[in-house]
């Protein structure tokens, strides 16, 4: 692998001279980039001799023109360590003002960050937001480890040790990508239907079943676009799309569904909206309100009648009879998988970190025992694998 080396100046800095000699002596190419502060805890030269190859300190004078979008270019990945609070910001914020954060913002390859610096600066608000920034945009964190601290101090913030970042490198850019090549659509979260311009009919779902869908088939390589009503952060990598009611869900999940090779509703869709919602807010005068209710479009069923190369997976959110009632949905709905829950088990459903669900295809089912909603997200995913293994769909 090619990678290259950023380093800021911080006292953990002794520790990437060791990460270097590590990459090299497995036969990895290293350059290093260093801001100005890191050449004052250690000279250039230093990571010249173990690296071997030419360190970079500015943006000017390099013996290359461009050295910086040659060097983002000619690299597998960047891995910043220390990354300082300082250089942190800067690349949250875009700025690019010297050679390190010049190769950081040209880098169209993963992006690594190792923290290190002291435990109150790595829990400030603005080094949090900063980090939270960068995670969305599909920069990889590699989380600090605890123990005493350059200032004397006991805390999170230390720099981990080269070999367990070198482990954390590997797994980043090994990660699982047998979903790469696909676009999926996944929606989440429960729709509102408007009664006035200040109420709605709406329904308990949080949307983190489907954020947890998300998160891994993008994990997984796949292009996802999630199309929620939930306002949950949304996960790296995953295009969003917001939307309120069935009708606006409907009409997303339309204009994507063509160029799409699966999608996956794990929404709770209203099935029924107000016949006509008031204009202005209802006053509160009689004893009891009425409102009609007229029947929504049902996405799914529609996806089923209009599906040419699609894998369409469903979820069927029942009380009773549960296997029976998706079954029927599966079938109604031309699905290739549903994932049924019994909304009213606990630690099932609704709100909660973790489902109970059964698979259901055309081959039987295959009930779960409680999990994570991630892992229950994993399962899906990897039931879906074998479809795609099946059926090639582009
Ligand atoms: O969001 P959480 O809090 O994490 O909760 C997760 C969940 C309980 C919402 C989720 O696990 C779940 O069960 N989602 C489906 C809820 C639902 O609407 O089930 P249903 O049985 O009514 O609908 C069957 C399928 O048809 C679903 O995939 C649904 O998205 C879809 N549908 C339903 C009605 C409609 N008008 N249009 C649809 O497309």
Redesign the pocket.
Known sequence: MKFIVGVSGGIAIYKVVDLVRRFKKRGDEVRVVMTDSATKFVTPELFREISLEPVMTTVFNNEETAAHIKWAQWCDAMIIAPATANVIGKLAAGIADDALTTVAIAMTKPLIIAPAMNKDMFNSAAVTANLSILKQRGVNIIKPSSGELACGVEGVGRLPEPVEIVEQVDKILNADKRLSGYKILV?????REAIDPVRYIG??????????IAKIAAEYGAEVILVTS?SLEVPPNVKCINVES?EQ??QA?LSEYETVSVV????????YRVAEPSKQKIKKSEDTLTLELV?????????GQRKQKQIL??????TQTVEA??IK?LKK?NLDM????D?TSEG?????DT?I?TLITSNGATPYPKMS?TE?AEVILNELLSFLLDTPHG
């Open positions: 929606t989440a979260g429960g729709t329904n308990r779902s949080s949307g983190k079943m489907g954020y947890a939930s069935a869900m409907r999940v996956i509703m794990a929404a709770a869709v209203a099935d029947k929504n479009p049902d996405i799914l069923l529609e996806l997976i469903g979820f069927a959110a029942e009632n998706a949905k709905k549903i994932v049924a829950n909304v099932a459903g609704f709100g909660v489902n669900v909603k229950v």
